[in-house]
């Protein structure tokens, strides 16, 4: 199974930004343990601050992978792109977060992801993104 999983703004700093909601581990440490536990997965994954590189990377893994994972951080609440970004695409797309977003700010309650995802979870920590990969796993 191929899986790829974007990463939206901000996530780049996860480890030192606001440790209290994200925690205090690196993406890049939690990736390397979660391909670790999972050798039967391809997993290939993509950050960028900008909009417009997500879009472009979600069309690029949207038609050769079988499943993404993504976190559009802040685009999440805001990017119509990426609504209909998920649209055009072939690949399932998971909505992922590592904060409960929704006993957060009120802002953080609207999603343009939520209603053209395959499914969202939100809340577990960076476990969020194992959560996905279980839920692609069992063909879900
Ligand atoms: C986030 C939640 C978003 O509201 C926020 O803008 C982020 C991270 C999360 O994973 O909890 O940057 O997507």
Redesign the pocket.
Known sequence: MNLSIVN????NLLGTREPG??GAETFEAYYEKLQEQYPQVHFSYFQSNVEGALIDALQDFGFRTDGILL???????TSVGLGDCIKAIDAPVLE??????FA??DF?HTSYITPVAKGLI??FGLD?YRLGVESFLAGK
């Not at 939206?8 to 996530?11: E, H, S």
């Not at 976190?71 to 609440?77: G, I, L, R, S, V």
């Not at 992922?96 to 977003?101: A, C, G, K, L, M």
């Open positions: 939206g703004p901000n996530l909601i994200y976190n559009a951080a802040a685009y999440t609440h992922i977060h590592i904060s409960n977003t957060r700010e953080r939100v809340g969020s």
